[in-house]
């Protein structure tokens, strides 16, 4: 198995890269751009499943639960090597590899670890269901109501924003347990099995056409006592392990893919003396995104290494906000400015995804996705005023 | 940044947050106190303009690395003196083939004591109308590094030249107009002015980096000091997050100062590509910064009292010195087209 070369980090990176070469089809996303988005999640699920032939589904794990403990810099390699390539995006497993483990390694007991680790590392998909209709940015104040009978919890109530549900096997849920006294100090964290009966789960149609997460309406759902992840009221603590359980690694591999795309999106339209490179404004907002990208990139590196170099919480999580702030409204920008590159011939509908290109339109509107969800970035600007600035709360 | 880098910056800023407080920087403003001199005198002791030099200029060899450090801490200050333009010139002199010119070598001795300073072509590339050249620099200047022919520059001596001081916004800078026929060249540069040109975009984007944070965390303390409707007005969300937009932007502007440092020297795309690229972004979002520190200063940013105006004028001027940032994002454009149809990697960070 590849992995086995960890330790040489040379000798690791030349083996991925041979391997990516001999193992994914040259016009794989040729392919799933014209597929349906099942078919795109067939592809995951088969990539997933070969990296996992090689121990690179689950490196960055610990080897009692099916990883082989690779650090920082090993997992930089894996995906900077992933998005050289432009192997495929494992958006489905984004729960499944980091805040399923980032939950039950600190937080969970060591019948959960043995019961839902090795599954997953096998490619059990997970969702996350946190967020409610009244309850997004103040996600404290969430109602979902959990009833204690017996050996069991009977939930009712309703979750939104839950990404990649539709193909989840298990859940991590937070619930409301008790009303009394502070709003944090009466939540819980369960799992929830996708299966049980009275869950509804109901795609959302996003603005870009996707429909990648699903609102959980839950009547009467009976979760085992057995899955209470903690303490019963202490699930609120869970949760900040789960939101830090993501280090800064996605945001690499999706700004590592992007720099590739628009090295490409240069490329193809130098070749094609495209019409974009002769217009002053679209060219030189081309040149300015491109040294934001550059910075970006750097900062991202920065943050990353001061995980690896153990730097305390308060100074990475004050990095990780003002990254998420300034990357996904690049992300917008880039998007932004595709749309004006292609003009009125870009509006006709994209295809569903491509890794390749940068594309217009698509791009453009499911950049929102990445400026409001994972904290809106106005939380991000009050977090980075408040904690990092010691401006007063409002 | 390594730790002898971080050390260096440590000291520089140590000795400016002393000496370039805001009272002592409106006192020069004001014309009660020559801060420029002293700091010139003092930067002289500290060794502050050999930093960059080349070891076999007698300098500590930090190169494009000390420029960053140095400018970005004077930028951050919005320190007054010639330092910018000494700097640039002296670096590009000592790696220059005239830097083998016994005199250009004593030129060089002298600048770095204290004993001279330097001027450059505010704008290389302007056209010389009514035959008056703009030169960035103080009236004292003993020589200037100017365009030549292609691209050789030329160092002129500027001993008895025809020379007016220029009334300008920024105080914290001077500028010249010389008539350039009327001087004696020293020495020219054969095709230095590619070196010149990155050296200059680093040292405008670092001070320009500097300055947008030396502005922002000022702007930050009065904010939190400032009270209306009974609460310091950066409690107000509509406020905060200007400031949290500006933090973020003051951050990458530093960043795209190290990308430039990263690429400095040789011939190769990247080298003309970053450079240009960060003197362009970094002096944008510096003006952008500057211009809404007045605004969130609220009525006392409208006077000359406060400190954001001084920042806002300084920053203007290096937006729209060595070229325009329109013409540097087209030449940055040709060294990338050329890097990425070359098959040069121009992206890859270390």
Not at chain 1, 322 to 341: M, Y
Request: proline share 3%.
């Amino acid at each position: 198995m590849i992995i086995d070369l960890k330790s040489d980090t040379r000798a690791f990176r030349s083996a991925i890269r041979d391997w990516v070469a001999e193992t994914l089809p040259r016009d794989w996303d040729a392919v799933a751009d014209r597929g349906s988005e099942d078919e795109h999640m067939a592809y995951q699920r088969w990539w997933f499943g070969e990296l996992a032939k090689q121990g690179l589904s689950v490196p960055h794990w610990p080897s009692a639960y099916g990883g082989a403990d690779l650090g920082i810099t090993g997992q930089m390699i894996v995906a900077d090597e992933m998005a050289r390539a432009g192997a495929p995006y494992l958006g489905l497993y984004v729960v499944t590899l980091n805040h399923l483990p980032g939950t039950l390694i600190p937080c969970g007991n060591e019948a959960q670890r043995a019961r839902y680790l090795p599954p997953a590392a096998g490619g059990v998909v997970w969702c996350q269901g946190f967020s409610e209709p009244g309850a997004g940015s103040d996600l404290a104040s969430l109602r979902c109501r959990a009833v204690r009978d017996g050996d069991h919890y009977v939930i009712n109530g309703q979750k939104i924003w839950s990404s990649m549900s539709r193909y989840a096997q298990h859940c991590i849920l937070l619930v409301r347990t008790s009303t009394e006294g502070p709003k944090q100090a009466g939540i819980s964290f369960l799992i929830m099995d996708m299966d049980t009966p009275g869950l509804d789960v109901r795609p959302i149609e996003q603005i870009d056409g996707q429909a990648d997460f699903s609102e959980l309406f839950l009547s009467d759902v009976r979760i085992p006592v057995e899955n209470l992840v903690g303490e019963e009221n202490g699930g609120w603590k869970v949760a900040q392990a789960t939101l830090a359980s993501e280090r800064g690694l996605l945001a690499f591999e999706t700004a590592e893919r992007r720099r590739h795309r628009m090295e490409a999106f240069y490329r193809e339209g130098r070749a094609a003396n495209a019409a974009w490179l002769e217009d002053d404004e679209l060219r030189r907002q081309f040149m300015t995104l491109l040294a934001d990208m550059q910075a970006s990139r750097r900062l991202i590196r920065e943050l990353l290494h001061d995980h690896e170099n153990g730097e305390p919480h308060a100074t990475t999580a004050m990095a990780a906000a003002r990254i998420k702030l300034f990357e996904t409204t690049l992300i917008q920008r880039l998007g932004d400015l595709t749309t004006r590159i292609e003009g009125l011939e870009g509006l006709d509908r994209q295809p569903f995804y491509s890794q390749r290109y940068l594309v217009g339109m698509f791009d453009y509107l499911n950049s929102f996705g990445w400026t409001i969800s994972g904290g809106s970035n106005e939380i991000m600007r009050n977090l980075i005023a408040e904690r990092g600035l010691g401006l007063p709360r409002g | 940044m390594d730790a002898e880098l971080a050390e260096i910056r440590g000291s520089i800023a140590t000795v400016l947050e002393e000496q370039c407080s805001s009272l002592a920087l409106h006192a020069f403003i004001d014309g009660r106190d020559a801060l420029d001199e002293r700091l010139l005198r003092l930067s002289a002791e500290l060794g502050w303009l050999a930093v960059s030099l080349p070891e076999a200029q007698g300098g500590f060899g930090l190169g494009a690395a000390g420029m960053a450090i140095l400018h970005g801490e004077l930028g951050r200050v919005a320190a007054p003196g010639a330092f910018l333009a000494t700097s640039i010139a002296v670096e590009t002199l000592a790696r220059s083939s005239a830097a083998e010119d016994a005199g250009v070598s004593a030129l060089i001795a002298e600048v770095i004591g204290g004993g001279a300073t330097l001027a450059v072509a505010a704008k290389p590339d302007q056209s010389v109308a009514d035959g008056q050249l703009w030169l960035l620099g103080a009236e004292g200047a003993a020589a200037a590094l100017v365009a030549g022919s292609g691209d050789d520059l030329l160092l002129i001596d500027l001993a008895g030249a025809a020379m007016s001081r220029m009334q300008i916004w920024d105080a914290t800078r001077s500028m010249l107009t010389i008539a350039p026929s009327g001087c004696r060249t020293i020495a020219t540069l054969a095709g230095a002015r590619p070196l010149f040109d990155a050296l200059f975009a680093i040292a405008l984007a670092a001070d320009s980096a500097g300055a947008a944070r030396g502005i922002l965390d000022r702007t930050i303390g009065y904010m939190k000091e400032r009270e209306q409707f009974g609460r310091p007005i950066g409690a107000f969300q509509a406020l905060k997050h200007r400031a949290a937009d500006h933090l973020v932007h003051t951050i990458v502007a530093d960043r795209m100062v190290w990308q430039a440092v990263d690429h400095f020297g040789g011939d190769t795309p990247a080298a003309r590509l970053w450079p240009m690229l960060a003197k362009a972004n970094v002096t944008d979002a510096a003006v952008r910064v500057a211009g809404d520190c007045v605004q969130l200063h609220g009525g006392v940013g409208y006077t000359m009292e406060y400190d954001p105006h001084v920042y806002l004028k300084r920053v203007r001027l290096n937006e729209m010195m060595l070229a325009s940032n329109a013409l540097l994002r087209d030449r940055a454009e040709q060294a990338f087209g050329e890097a990425v149809m070359g098959g040069d990697d121009v992206l890859e960070i270390a």
